[in-house]
């Protein structure tokens, strides 16, 4: 496995990669790798002749300048992981090898239909212009045939998708496939997330219940309204000590508004557990 920090390094691996028509499968991810990205690599490890996987702290998603510098970072560990799961090329660049100066001050803008003002791109103004300001670049540089991307985020896959399909973009990216992998959860429910590295032990029981009411609430999805079971999500996961929850929306999957019905539904919620933030979702 190659460790890759420029870009000039990257677009001459790249160009020797389409040169002998091998298949490119691209993971794009900001680090402290665990099983959940793990599965995205092994799927594009298998799909494809050569996987690449970015690993990189993207600054411009970031609009809260402490979750930023909290984000935990571990590049050897990474990178041990990624050559066991047989990953070929590892891109991580410095946030000035990525952008310029006037790129990391000037707000990258994009038109997502819509799907950036609710839930995510309500909460975190600007969030999903810096993700697609990183994916686009990533695509132009990797030319990926196939990129794969995590359920647990599942407003950015939407987003992504709607990038690639139907923005200006599409054409841009040629026959370039958006592959989504479902959520990797421990074996308590708890989705894994790269921010649980900051929750102590007692934190980590505690978001149990965030799952846990998850789960619970495909039942009570049986014989109550939607608008009934978000309440009772919200106050359950709230009844218990030490979380807090920002929004709990159920939504129709493919236009991310909220619906009334539950075809076709996913609730996504957002919970503070201490000082971290989580994100979690199901399908009904
Ligand atoms: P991140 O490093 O958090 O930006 O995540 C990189 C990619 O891994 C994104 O596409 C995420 O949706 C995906 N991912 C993160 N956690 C999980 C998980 N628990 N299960 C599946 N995919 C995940």
Same mark, same amino acid.
């Given at each position: 496995m190659?460790?890759?920090t420029?870009?000039?390094e990257l ?11 091998k298949?490119?499968g ?10 959940g990205?793990a ?6 490890v ?5 996987c690449?996987?970015?690993v990189f702290v993207?600054p411009?998603?970031f609009?809260?300048k ?6 935990p ?9 990624l050559?066991?799961?047989?990953a070929?090329?590892?891109? $991580?660049?410095t ?21 950036d003002q ?5 909460m975190r ?13 990533l ?15 599942f407003?950015q896959l $939407?987003?992504?998708h709607?990038?690639?399909e ?8 040629g026959?370039?496939q ?8 421990e ?5 894994l997330?790269?921010r649980?590295?900051r929750?102590?032990?007692e934190?980590?029981e ?9 789960f ?7 014989s $109550?309204s939607?608008?009934e ?7 359950t996961i709230?009844?218990?000590e030490?979380?807090e929850?920002e ?6 999957q493919?236009?991310?508004l ?7 539904a996913?609730?996504c919620v957002t919970?503070?557990?201490g000082?971290?933030?989580l ?6």
């Amino acid at each position: 496995m190659q460790i890759i920090t420029t870009k000039k390094e990257l677009l001459a691996v790249v160009k020797a990669c389409k040169q002998e028509r091998k298949t490119i499968g691209l993971v794009p991810t900001m680090g402290a790798l665990h099983e959940g990205h793990a599965s995205l690599v092994k799927r594009a490890v298998a799909e494809n002749n050569v996987c690449f996987v970015s690993v990189f702290v993207n600054p411009t998603q970031f609009n809260n300048k402490e979750d930023l510098e909290k984000y935990p970072r571990n590049i050897n560990r990474d990178a041990e992981l990624l050559s066991s799961i047989g990953a070929d090329f590892v891109f $991580a660049p410095t946030p000035e090898e990525m952008y310029s100066q006037e790129e990391m001050s000037t707000t990258f803008q994009f038109d997502f239909a819509g799907l950036d003002q609710v839930m995510e791109g309500k909460m975190r103004p600007g969030h999903f212009n810096g993700v697609v300001q990183v994916v686009s670049r990533l695509f132009y540089l990797v030319q990926p045939d196939k990129a794969y991307f995590g359920e647990k985020d599942f407003q950015q896959l $939407a987003i992504i998708h709607h990038m690639v399909e139907r923005s200006s973009m599409a054409g841009t990216f040629g026959k370039l496939q958006i592959i989504g992998c479902p959520i990797v959860r421990e074996k308590s429910g708890l989705a894994l997330s790269s921010r649980n590295e900051r929750l102590s032990p007692e934190e980590k029981e505690t978001a149990l219940a965030i799952s846990k009411t998850l789960f619970e609430s495909l039942k009570w999805a049986k014989s $109550a309204s939607v608008a009934e079971v978000q309440q009772r999500v919200i106050d359950t996961i709230n009844a218990v000590e030490g979380l807090e929850v920002e929004y709990y929306e159920i939504v129709d999957q493919t236009t991310l508004l909220p619906t009334n019905t539950f075809d076709h539904a996913i609730g996504c919620v957002t919970v503070y557990c201490g000082p971290v933030r989580l994100i979690d979702n199901i399908k009904y």
